[in-house]
């Protein structure tokens, strides 16, 4: 019997899948693929998933800017994201956050996005998919001020100062195919996440998890995650994916 895998991650609607999207989606839900969570990065994205939600029963969808966007988002962004959050297949924002290390947009931008999101999430009470590169210290400046936040802090690269507050909040942790890239810091740090606080990702098509490192990440290859994870932590890969399915189900409200 195979795993039941959910990917709270997996960035479907671009065109990397364009020629096989189908196939994909068929093979994943073969072999163990209960739902598979699509972040939007910018607002095209929120139609295009809305749309994929409605011929793949597999599909959920979140809504939300990507900090490389920052500098494109304007009122008519939020709007939209109130509208969608509206569909039963939309079950949070995302990807939402900060990237200093491209800084695609000014760091002013994307916190003043960040926020605002972050304020939307909490008022109408879904979770969030948070991407943070390089940008620790204001992140947790600003997760400190957004009390009764959920959500999950999508890639999670193992700093031990996100970690924390990610804990003292009640967020989760995105693990992915980072965890099986030989000099990560989360494979160093991976014994002091709790699985009672993980979920498993792809970020796909990006991000392919080793042996299939550099090629086009698709949601089954989590179970190479989940076979890495139990290997360094020696835990069972049932029980490792039991956590995390049971804690995704509960956030994204599946
Ligand atoms: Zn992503």
């Keep these: 019997m195979s795993i039941k895998i959910i990917d709270t991650h997996c960035h479907l609607n671009m065109a990397e899948f364009d020629k096989d999207r189908e196939e994909i989606i068929k093979n994943s839900v073969e072999n163990g693929v209960e ?3 699509m972040p939007s990065t910018e607002l095209k994205d929120f139609n295009e998933e809305q749309t994929l939600c409605k011929k ?5 969808y979140l809504v939300g800017i990507h900090p490389h966007e920052a500098k494109e988002c304007s009122n008519s962004d939020y709007d939209a994201a109130y509208e969608h959050l509206k569909d039963e297949n939309c079950k949070g924002i995302g990807e939402i956050g900060l990237d200093y290390y491209y800084e695609h947009s000014e760091k002013k931008t994307q916190k003043e996005v960040f926020n605002n999101f972050l304020d939307i999430a909490i008022e ?3 979770p969030v998919s948070i991407h943070s590169r390089e940008s620790t210290e204001d992140m947790i400046d600003i997760l400190k001020t957004k009390k009764g936040l959920k959500g999950v802090i999508h890639c999670f690269s193992g700093e031990e100062k996100l970690l924390k507050t990610g804990l003292d909040m009640g967020l989760y942790f995105g693990i992915g195919g980072v965890l099986t890239f030989k000099k990560s810091l989360l494979r160093q740090n991976i ?4 699985i009672e ?3 498993f990702e792809t970020d796909a098509p990006y991000l392919a998890p080793h042996p299939k490192r550099g090629k086009r990440n698709e949601p089954l290859y989590i179970n190479y995650v989940i076979e890495e994870m139990s290997s360094l932590t020696k835990q069972s890969k049932d029980i490792l994916a039991k956590s995390a399915f049971k804690n995704s189900m509960e956030i994204f409200s599946l």
């Design 197 to 199: 606080r993980i979920v």
């Design 35 to 37: 739902f598979i969570i």
């Design 124 to 126: 109408k009470n879904v």
């Design 56 to 60: 793949y029963s597999v599909l959920r």
């Design 191 to 194: 014994n002091i996440v709790p």
